[in-house]
């Protein structure tokens, strides 16, 4: 599963589901990019990372921000000189029920997960499409984008969205060797779940077949393996990492 001489770019690569994948693509040889909105905790990622043997570069952008997409590949070319391999994976929730949710809190959730996903897909591709050697886009959306789920209509939305913006994109862009797919994580233990009260938490694992929430590495080994050459024929798919408590 080599990506040895490809350039990955990894977006919110500072904790949790995308720290772990720029940990695995790099050990699996590639040079990582990684953003997050401050430039430090990125930093410590793209240390570790180049302490193991690895070469990576660590950027702060907002995802949210409209230019900062062009910013980031931009940054990644500057080092690098092309992109291979782009994983959308910054994300955010403002939970709440949709009679109290606000607009502001609204448009956050889509404009991070995904605005920020197509803004970074279409600064991505003018580089990819240029090499003229394929490429891979993974997005990395939620069991709850096909599910649906109480209280986070706004991320909900967000990630069906990201869903249909991969399949519209992967028939797009299939005559060039670009591969474009999500993987949908259930519940995974990240910052972003640890929040979730025991008595809930519990009450969610009675729902997963394999009785437990997954990691970030489990959803890390699903992205290397669609970025990798052994996944060159599946595009268009939502590959779910859920233990079992959804399928479509
Ligand atoms: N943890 C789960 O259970 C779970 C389940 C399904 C899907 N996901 C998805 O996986 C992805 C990662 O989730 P996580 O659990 O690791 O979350 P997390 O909150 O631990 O990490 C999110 C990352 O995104 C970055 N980020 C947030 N807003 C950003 C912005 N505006 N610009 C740049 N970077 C930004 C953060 O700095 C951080 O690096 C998200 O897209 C999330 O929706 C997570």
Redesign the pocket.
């Known amino acids: 599963m080599s990506l040895a001489g490809k350039i990955a770019l990894v977006?919110?690569?500072?904790?949790?589901?995308?720290?772990a994948i720029a940990y695995r693509l790099a050990e699996e040889g590639a040079a990582v990019v990684l953003?997050?909105?401050?430039l430090e905790?990125?930093a410590g990622v793209a240390k570790t990372i180049e302490a193991r043997g690895g070469q990576a570069l660590a950027v702060a952008?907002?995802?949210?921000?409209s230019a900062?997409a062009d910013r980031l590949v931009a940054a990644c070319l500057d080092r690098f000189g092309r992109l291979d391999i782009l994983v959308n994976?910054?994300?955010?929730?403002r939970d709440g029920l949709i009679l109290r949710m606000k607009d502001e809190d609204w448009d956050a959730v889509l404009s991070?997960?995904l605005d920020?996903a197509f803004r970074c897909a279409r600064a991505a591709l003018r580089p990819m499409l240029k090499q003229k050697q394929g490429g891979r886009i993974i997005n990395?959306?939620?069991?709850?984008g096909s599910m649906g789920n109480v209280g986070q209509a706004n991320?909900v939305a967000a990630?069906a969205g990201l869903l249909g913006l991969t399949k519209a994109l992967a028939r797009e862009v299939a005559s060039r060797d670009i591969t474009v797919n999500a993987v949908?994580?259930?519940?995974?233990?990240?910052?972003?779940?640890a929040g979730i009260p025991d008595a809930i938490k519990q009450a969610h694992v009675t729902q997963i077949p394999l009785g437990r929430?997954g990691t970030?590495a489990e959803?890390a080994a699903t992205v290397a393996f669609l970025a990798s050459e052994g996944a060159a024929y599946i595009t268009g798919q939502v590959i779910h990492v859920n233990g079992g408590m959804w399928s479509s």
């Open positions: 977006t919110g690569g500072s904790r949790g589901i995308g720290e953003c997050a909105r401050h905790p990125a952008a907002d995802i949210g921000a900062d994976n910054a994300g955010i929730t991070v997960n920020g990395i959306g939620s069991v709850v991320y990630k949908a994580p259930g519940f995974i233990e990240t910052e972003m779940t929430f970030a959803v």
